[in-house]
């Protein structure tokens, strides 16, 4: 078995068509990550919004930004894994239509860099969803975690300005 890093997170680029009408692409195929999704979701934010570090071990995230460009930062907090409290960041944009595939037991983040985004999150999980009252919030500005943010004073929900240091 291949040790746990984090490597597990997957990058996705579509193929797409533009021309003077604009543009088309394919959000997702059941191929990337050979996995099902059985639920959808769609978040907008506007400037300088901040949505902090959230994750649980039972969903697989494929993820998107359709509007708009944010800085997306991915913690693995699976304690078994080499990269342990380690991270990734990644700026997803609807101009380089990246997308992300995050396995369970990493906290999703992202910073709002434009006007405001369309995030889209297809998750996948076997039984109940894992709502935000069964999830891990880990302190955006955690100093073990060290992650760079183009911020310095973002615009936080409630969870995240009251989330605990590790």
Known sequence: ???KSLNDIKEFTPSSFEDERGDIYTVHKDQEGGLRYNHDKVC???GGVLVGIHGDFDTNKFVSCLYGRIYCAIVDYRDD??????H???VLSAEN???LLIPPG???SFLVMSNMCVYLYKLGYSGEYTDCDKQFT???D????GIYWPIKNPILSQRDAEAQLL
Do not use: E, H, I
């Not at 955690?142 to 975690?145: N, R, V």
């Open 44 to 46: 907008t934010r506007s």
């Open 106 to 108: 990493f906290g999703n």
């Open 1 to 3: 078995m291949a040790a």
């Open 88 to 90: 990734k960041t990644f």
């Open 81 to 86: 894994s080499v990269d342990y409290l380690k």
């Open 97 to 99: 239509k990246r997308q």
């Open 142 to 145: 955690d100093p073990k975690l």
């Open 138 to 140: 880990l302190r955006w």
